[in-house]
Every structure is written in C-alpha cells, then in structure tokens.
C-alpha cells in the first residue's frame, strides 16, 4: 500500500515540474521561482498531513 502512494505522488512531483518547466518559458524570472517554491511547500505540507 505505501509502494503505490510513494508512486503516486513521484507521478503528481514530476507532472507539476513539467508543468513549471513549460511555464517558465513562458513568464520566467521572479514569479517562476516563487510560484514553484509554493507548489513545493503544499505538496510538503499535502505529505505529511496524508502521513500523519
């Protein structure tokens, strides 16, 4: 069971990187790394929240 969540958020981790990296071609600089940083921050709060 733990195999399949490890998996599972692996696949959303790479989808959003995906997804900032196409678009930081198209806004860049300040707000692509503040916008990533916050995704970075609810998926590490999502995690332990799920863990706990």
């Given at each position: ?10 696949a ?41």
């Open positions: 069971m733990m195999k399949y969540n490890i998996f599972y958020i692996l959303t981790v790479l989808f959003i990187i995906w997804v900032v990296g196409y678009i930081v071609y198209d806004v860049g600089g300040f707000f692509h790394f503040t916008f990533l940083l916050a995704v970075i921050i609810l998926l590490l709060k999502l995690i332990r929240d799920h863990i706990r």
